[in-house]
């Protein structure tokens, strides 16, 4: 058997992590500024992190949720305290994909409607619901064609009122910082009057912070730049600093009904584990500020670059928008001045590192990056 051939791979296998830096089997040091996906929060190998998973692992690995697990309470309870959110519970599951299911299977149960808004550009999973609010035909199944979801154009807040005046939508799903959309950033103009048109109809707000989350954005959400306060939150990567992990936060409009929603794995021991070590290295080492400090200067640094048409984000969740296809100047990045980046499209870098990155590794990648754009 071989594994199901579905990814573009990179000729590279890393094998040691520290820090913004990883190591692959050839011992070959690369700059990490993409974090596999923005999932790598406190940096890669973080000692305590390692502890914390170690230590629980020798104690216990797994039980299921028909116990009570104590680690779910004190990760709540952390959780509600650093994001603003401590009135709000939280469902924990696996993926940022099974997040947004259940948040959208949720906010139907509350409103008893079919219908959901979404966004040109959005990106928020693979799995069934997820995928069909995804807006990217080449992810659909025939089967995941329900006819249930309207896209909309990103920022365009009568196109939502158009929507929700036929008071069929049960809920709105929205990214704080679109991603593999290319960093578009909603207005906070915009934000402020999706939530109260929401609010007005009777339509539940769902942020989708599973990217632009857990301080990457400068703050602990990119919604909290607008200010505003969603029915529903999701979260996952940063969350586990690799440990698949992922949740959602929910306001205290929503009633907990026994059996209404469910997972095997999700809030394990080792999960809590990861993400309580997150948190509390998030804390302890100031990373939100650090996002925000670091990722001002990067954003600034950049948009003295005269080749980049665009630079888009907050903190340390940023795009490059070129005006001509940069796969060249990406793969002689990697494998020539040793960097990882992502891409959306044919056009834009997406700059995700870890939160943990500092001012000098920001001021190493321009220089690696001005190299590159000198060569071309």
Known sequence: MKPFDVYSRWAIE??????????????????????????????????YYVEALTKQLQQIGFYSNSVFNSLQDEYAEKLGKLSGYDDYSLFMVNSGAEANENALKLASFHSGRKKVVSFRKAFHGRTFAAVEVTDNPNYLAPFNETGNVRFIPFNDIEAVSEQLKQDDVSSVIIEGIQGIGGIQVPEPKFLQELSRICKKTGTVLILDEIQSGYGRSG???????????????????????????SGVLISPMFKAVSGQLGTTF???????????????????????ENAAVVGSYLIG???????IKEVRGHGLMIGLEFEAPIKTMRDRLLFEEKVFTGVTGSNVFRLLPPLCVSKEEADEFLKRFKKVLQKL
């Open 14 to 47: 890393p094998v040691k992590g520290k820090g913004c830096k990883i190591y692959d089997k050839n011992g070959t040091e690369y700059l990490d500024f993409y974090g596999g996906h923005a999932v790598i929060s406190i940096g890669h190998s973080h000692p």
């Open 219 to 245: 703050k602990f959400f990119a919604h909290q730049y607008a200010g505003i306060r969603p029915d529903i939150i999701t979260i996952a990567k940063g969350m586990g600093n690799g440990f698949p992990v």
């Open 301 to 307: 640094e950049l948009k003295k670059i005269p080749q």
């Open 266 to 288: 999700g809030g394990g021991f080792l999960a809590c584990a990861a993400a309580n070590a997150v948190i509390d290295v998030m804390q302890a080492e100031n990373l939100i």
